[in-house]
Nanobody
């Protein structure tokens, strides 16, 4: 059974930092797509950052580019999202997702339960 478990969310003031973690069991991140999505109340789900298998290749949404960094530790089967210079508009439930695929074509088969990030001004 595949499980993705996020952690690291919390409340922080604007300008602060948080690091989210997503640990997988029953699934290997290496060679597969990994990503972070977020959803705020009343808003659509938003892509945040992905790692595609290969070099690897990373993707960031324009709203987080330059502030967030996605990384992976294959020895721990964990993906991270380092979030710096946080803004109130970054407040959302953050979800880890994973699945097979390649750059631009991932099947997001697995979800985590989410971790809440709240940024106050």
């Amino acid at each position: 059974q595949v499980q993705l478990v996020e952690s690291g969310g919390g409340s922080v003031q604007a300008g602060g930092s948080l690091r989210l973690s997503c640990a997988a069991s029953g699934y290997t991140f290496r060679g597969n797509c990994m990503g972070w999505f977020r959803q705020a109340p009343g808003k659509e789900r938003e892509r945040v950052a992905f790692i595609y298998p290969g070099d690897p290749i990373t993707y960031y949404s324009d709203s987080v580019k330059g502030r967030f960094t996605i990384s992976q530790d294959n020895s721990k089967n964990t993906v991270y999202l380092q979030m710096n210079s946080l803004k109130p508009e970054d407040s959302a439930m953050y979800y880890c997702r994973a699945g097979p695929g390649a750059y631009g074509s991932c099947t997001w088969s697995y979800w985590g339960q989410g971790t809440q990030v709240t940024v106050s001004s």
